[in-house]
């Protein structure tokens, strides 16, 4: 099963380690063409405008449109950002997950922080959530399922089919559970599909 890392900008490197260590061999994602034949896409967190500027001078934006459409897609923080519909302001994205995000929610960076969450699927106890400038979802649309709240209630975690979003990093506690969950939708989607990707 090959996953994809796109990794234009951001923490991409922590996202393959955790591949790497959970036997998947990732592969960086940085031009169109290596898209083709992924079970899986994540896209990681950084800095969503630059993302968003980065995808479009690399003719990216299309083709991960595309390619949403047919393999399990997981956005994490700014990944989040970059997926969602309606972000509030004018930047690119993907516009693939039917949400209204709210960037920023809890300030900058020195309000960063960390909570225990209970996410939906994911058994074994809290899952220690890293909050590094995150983004809240303040709106989901009728195919969007809440995975995790926050104990004042805001989302934080959503799946829409095959599309998973999170606004923390599970990429850097070394908690695999969440990237153990991902790799098994990239399964299964292959499973019902046939073959990998497009
Ligand atoms: N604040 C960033 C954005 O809106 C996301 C931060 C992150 O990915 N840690 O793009």
Known sequence: ?????????????????????????????????????????????????????????????????????????????????????????????????DMVVQRNAFGRQVDSFEEDLEIKGIEGGPFHGIFIRAPVITEIGQGVNVLCRLGDGRIVAVRQDRLLATSFHPELTGDYRLHKYFLQLADADEQIQGSPGI
């Open 1 to 97: 099963m090959k996953i994809g890392v796109l990794a234009l900008q951001g923490d991409f490197q922590e996202h393959c380690s955790v591949l790497q260590e959970l036997g998947v061999e990732p592969r960086e994602v940085r031009l169109p063409a290596q898209l083709r034949g992924l079970s899986g896409l994540i896209i990681p967190g950084g800095e969503s405008t630059t993302l968003g500027k980065l995808a479009t001078t690399y003719g990216l934006l299309d083709p991960l449109r595309v390619v949403s459409r047919s393999i399990p897609v997981w956005g994490t923080c700014a990944g989040l950002v970059f997926m969602a519909k309606n972000v509030g302001i004018d930047q690119s994205v993907l516009g693939i997950m």
